[in-house]
């Protein structure tokens, strides 16, 4: 370890923390931490990294930690820069349906917040996740069918770059084209290339009326047919996804989910049993928003625990036993790309994304290779994620051309490197 | 230099012979003859002759194009059919234009995983038109959606009426295959998503040519919705139907589309088109609701109350497509309109927080009093987002000067509004004086040192989006790029 310990802790006093147990839960992938930094400011975060530039040292931002294992290990000495302060709800406008908030608020509270107002920002995101890891990530999930991902919606951005220079894109208002979309850059960008400070989202009336649509099938062929023939319907739905029933329960579960009035619900139910006739396992049911709103919960844990987890109840933090596969495909593919990892299928939908959980555990190097080999063939886009001890040279493929104008972005800024280094594409 | 004298020709005799290797002598256009019809896009206030205009059919045309420009180093941009309203295809300091409109095909239409792969110059509503047959249809739709390209729309992350429900065009581009400023074919993102990496795809889009040239896009397609109701409803002033807008998105409606027309565009249409509009109205705001049959009614109801509560005298439904086709040709002939009462006239595009919509309009009302211009607005106001036009007289030079001081007022206002300069046209070359309101200089040397990663020549449409430089003042000068290759159409 550096003198530049020392330094800093003169430098920033209290809001640099060498303790070990604070150390400790700040390690990611089994690496600890030199220091944690919590600044109480952007200027104050702006500071440390311009700090840590000067001296070269890796910045890994972190929020409340529930996606630790989502991009490489970190490098073996680097200072972990929390937002854990940094989590006010700087404005929210309900006439304007618009809201900034600072990085470090969860999304539990940030949700619950803007709830009170009738508004709600329909993200698949674990509710203990910050706003700022959210974006780096660019998390969603199943209800990207209905409300697109962040890049739908997310206006601007306050982000602190690996320069420590803070600068700002977007704005506040609902359409933008005042200069170049910086922020589209941001979502997904793992913290590579500066600590996101604050963020100003466009929001959606809450839902106050939705159902359900649940079928079982014995097959995959069974579920994927079905579920095309609903896509083919042109529905308004929020999710339509099939989930595997459980580990050790090979059924299929296809999760069908819309909100809007009594009328429309009546009629997309009408449809959706005219598509997929109900069997003996299927239910339909009135989503139990309010119900359980009433009950006190988070409107953030209600979206995650009826989208993701509706199927197995809120058990814990998602694939934490195994290794975690995101695969982008065209829906002619599918079939091919769920033949690769026929195995581990955990689930997958029509339109988007799918997920897949691999549980061998560990996952083997081989296996691994195999899968890639395959996809890349197939022209399958794949992430492997939460991959822990296992040695996979390249986790997101074979580096692309358009890599290098990544690599370029970066450098511009990031000069120095010290975001994250070595964790994404670039 | 005398600013109104006409521009010469200042290519390189060179580059011109290179040029025509490339595409073929008859695929390019010299001389002030054949390249003056290019000197402006339809922001006709700044013109700029094109040192030439070339003809390309495909990718590797454009890069051999490209290549021939920067080994000469020389500026270059590139153009579909010109609708553009912020000067963004102009051709600054001669610049060569590269044409697009002979690329319009539609190269692949997958209703499956609806999406749709095209070549730039395909027409916006072409596409829409192709994919009837699947009812599917591609969201995005600017007022010229009949005469503008989807590689425009690309450039400056065009919008129109239905983005308010639907999203501008950077939710609707899944991919785009480009040539970068270096002449090298990318592609960026494309049908399947997850591509790894930074979202270049979402990056590209809206910066105005300045990072390359799209030769191919994925654009995501949208089912048609399954029954639409058209709704015009009249208030007695342009305070009223604001505050109707914003009573209606206040109470989480949130309407296909939901335009603002106010007395003096209706003026002017129905002197023109005698559509019925009523002539006593202060403004009217045209409603559409979309979505499944059912519910519709119910929702119609809840707008046409909240219209109610904020003063609304009567509300008008279309009762089939012929109705409404015929309420929304006010709208989308209400700029053809104005220009047959008014010899030009100036459109803005700022954005701002759809609550302060009625203090907005007071002001902008303000100041076409304080500067004795007209000032309509027909706008798409359920986004917030402007379009006050400014009446002058383009041989009246004091009426040219207030109009460009009222302009400037009005951005002004806009970003003290919290808002934004421009919400689907674009920066170009029009606002980029007032880009140092909005950001300051970090924000904007961020965004230089990420266009100098694809241009670090600064070659591709060069003066455009992003400012060069800012430590001029903004108010009384010129944008620096101006100083050179430039003269004002109407000075």
């Known amino acids: 370890m550096g003198d530049w310990v020392q330094q800093f802790k003169s430098q920033f006093g209290d809001a640099v923390c060498t303790d070990d147990v604070v150390r400790c839960a700040h390690s990611d992938q089994d690496i600890v931490p030199v220091c944690v930094c919590i600044p109480e400011s952007e200027a104050q975060a702006a500071a440390m990294i311009c700090f840590a530039e000067a001296h070269k040292i890796p910045v890994v931002p972190c929020g409340s930690g529930v996606s630790e294992g989502s991009c490489a290990p970190p490098p073996s000495e680097f200072l972990a820069l929390s937002t854990k302060r940094l989590n006010k709800l700087i404005h929210h406008e309900p006439g304007d349906m618009v809201a900034t908030v600072q990085a470090g608020m969860p999304f539990h509270q940030f949700s619950d917040s803007i709830a009170t107002k009738g508004q709600w920002l329909p993200v698949d995101a674990p509710p203990e996740a910050t706003i700022g890891g ?293 | 230099m005398n600013a109104s004298a006409p521009l010469e020709n200042k290519l390189p005799a060179a580059l011109l012979a290179a040029l025509q290797n490339a595409v073929g002598a008859p695929n390019v256009l010299s001389g002030r003859d054949e390249t003056l019809v290019y000197d402006c896009d339809g922001m006709t206030l700044h013109k700029s002759l094109p040192g030439a205009v070339v003809f390309v059919k495909n990718a590797a045309e454009i890069s051999a194009v490209v290549k021939a420009c920067v080994a000469a180093n020389y500026p270059f941009i590139a153009r579909g059919t010109g609708t553009g309203l912020s000067g963004g295809a102009m051709a600054l300091n001669n610049a060569v234009v590269i044409e697009l409109a002979r690329m319009n095909r539609i190269l692949e239409i997958n209703a499956a995983d609806r999406y749709a792969v095209v070549e730039p110059g395909v027409i916006n509503l072409n596409l829409t038109k192709a994919c009837a047959g699947h009812a599917l249809h591609f969201a995005p739709d600017p007022s010229s959606q009949g005469a503008c390209t989807i590689g425009g729309n690309v450039a400056e992350n065009s919008g129109g009426p239905h983005t308010l429900k639907y999203g501008v065009t950077i939710n609707h581009i899944i991919g785009v295959e480009a040539v970068l400023p270096s002449g090298e074919i990318v592609t960026l993102g494309g049908p399947a998503p997850q591509s790894p990496g930074y979202d270049l795809t979402g990056l590209f889009v809206g ?103 904020h003063g609304c005298i009567s509300v008008r439904v279309a009762k089939d497509n012929a109705e409404r086709l015929l309420l929304w040709k006010a709208r989308k002939q209400a700029f053809g309109a104005i220009g047959r009462i008014c010899p030009s006239f100036y459109i803005q595009d700022g954005v701002i927080p759809r609550t302060k919509l009625p203090a907005m309009l007071a002001k902008i009302d303000v100041l076409g009093q304080k500067y004795s211009l007209t000032v309509c607005n027909v706008f798409h106001a359920g986004d917030g987002n402007l379009h006050p036009i400014i009446l002058y007289d383009e041989k009246n030079p004091k009426q040219v000067e207030d109009a460009l001081a009222c302009n400037s007022e009005i951005m002004r206002a806009v970003v003290e509004m919290g808002g934004a300069l421009s919400g689907e046209h674009g920066i170009g070359l029009e606002k980029l004086e007032f880009m140092p309101l909005v950001y300051n200089e970090d924000d904007l040397e961020g965004m230089r040192r990420v266009r100098d990663v694809f241009d670090p020549k600064r070659l591709s449409n060069p003066g455009k989006a992003v400012p060069s430089r800012c430590c001029w003042e903004v108010k009384g000068h010129e944008p620096p790029s101006l100083a050179f290759g430039v003269r004002k159409a109407h000075g």
Not at chain 1, 155 to 167: A, K, P
Not at chain 1, 176 to 196: C, E, Q
Not at chain 1, 265 to 289: G, H
């Open chain 2, 207 to 309: 910066s105005e040519g300045t990072f390359g040239i799209a030769t191919k896009i994925w654009c995501r397609l949208t089912p048609n919705p399954e029954a639409v109701k058209t709704l015009l409803a009249v208030f007695p002033t342009v305070d009223a139907a604001s505050r109707g807008v914003t009573g209606i998105i206040g109470a989480g409606i949130v309407p296909a589309a939901l335009e603002l027309i106010d007395k003096h565009i209706i003026h002017a249409v129905e002197n023109w088109l005698h559509l019925g509009f009523p002539l006593d109205a202060g403004a009217v705001l045209l409603i559409e609701l979309d979505g499944l049959r059912d519910g519709l009614d119910a929702l119609a109801e809840r707008v046409m109350a909240v219209c109610t509560e």
């Open chain 1, 134 to 426: 959210i974006v780096a990530q660019n998390t969603h999930g199943p209800r990207s069918l209905g409300y697109g991902t962040l890049r739908d919606m997310i206006l601007g951005m306050t982000v602190i770059n690996g320069d420590g220079v803070i600068r700002k894109c977007g704005g506040k208002v609902v359409k933008n084209v005042t200069g170049y979309a910086l922020d589209k850059l941001y979502i997904g960008s793992f913290g590579t290339l500066g600590l996101i400070s604050e963020v100003t989202f466009k929001l959606r009336p809450l839902p106050v009326d939705g159902i359900f649509y649940d079928v079982f099938f014995a097959t995959t062929n069974e579920s994927i047919s079905a579920m095309h023939a609903i896509a083919a319907k042109n529905l308004p739905l929020e999710i339509l996804q099939v989930f595997k029933y459980s580990r050790s329960d090979p059924r299929f579960f296809l999760r069908v989910a819309a909100t809007g009035t009594p009328a429309e619900l009546a009629r997309i139910i009408e449809d959706l049993r005219q598509s997929v006739p109900e069997n003996e396992f299927s239910t339909s049911s009135k989503t139990d928003v309010e119900e359980r709103r009433s009950n006190g919960a988070s409107v953030a844990d209600i979206s995650w625990t009826n989208g993701i987890f509706a199927y197995r109840g809120r058990q814990s933090l998602p694939f934490l036993n195994g290794a975690t596969l995101h695969i982008g495909y065209v829906s002619s593919k599918l079939d091919s790309a769920l033949k690769i990892v026929e195995r581990y299928i955990d689930g997958y939908r029509s339109i988007g994304m799918t997920e897949a959980v691999i549980d061998i555990d560990p996952l083997s190097e081989v296996e691994a290779a195999r899968i890639a080999s395959e996809f890349e063939k197939l022209g399958v886009n794949f992430a492997f994620e939460n991959i822990v001890g296992v040695n996979i040279p390249n986790r997101w493929g074979t580096p692309r051309p358009e890599w290098a104008i990544m690599k370029q972005i970066k450098a511009a800024l990031d000069p120095q490197g010290i975001m994250n280094p070595g964790r994404f594409v670039v």
